[in-house]
């Protein structure tokens, strides 16, 4: 008597419509979640905007006034590079994306560093349109 060999049954591939476990996906009602911020250009924008709102909140005379963001000056002086530009007449400050970035001077740099560098730009720049000390800006919230 002679056996047959019985070859083992494969199974039928589950179509990619399909989850795991043979179900629809979500619905169109759940979005994923939104991406991180990537790119150089939004994290400078928050954080010059999350320390503009600080200084907007302390000061009254910066309330009015609009805080820009741009990648690079047009032209250099004689100074340097321009790391800002205070524009009292029109009531705004440019905070130059590059030279802010580029410029710092520490022999580590990680992300916290080059956000703390902004963010002291941005009241550099706040203090000199205001025709104040550095260290006056925070006069209330730097007490000890």
Do not use: C
Not at 26 to 45: H, I, Q, T, W
């Amino acid at each position: 008597m002679m056996r047959r060999r019985v070859q083992p049954t494969r199974r039928q591939p589950v179509p990619d419509r399909h989850g795991r476990h043979g179900r629809l996906g979500r619905s169109s009602v759940v979005r994923p979640p939104l991406p991180p911020l990537e790119n150089r250009y939004e994290r400078f924008d928050v954080a010059v905007t999350a320390a503009a709102e600080f200084l907007r909140a302390a000061w009254p005379d910066l309330r009015d006034v609009h805080f820009e963001v741009a990648d690079a000056p047009a032209h250099t002086s004689d100074a340097g590079v321009p790391r800002w530009l205070v524009d009292r007449n029109d009531k705004r400050i440019v905070m130059y994306r590059i030279p802010i970035e580029r410029l710092i001077k520490v022999p580590h740099v990680d992300d916290r560093v080059v956000r703390v560098s902004i963010e002291g730009a941005v009241f550099r720049a706040a203090a000199e349109y205001l025709g104040r000390d550095l260290w006056e800006l925070g006069l209330g919230y730097f007490r000890f």
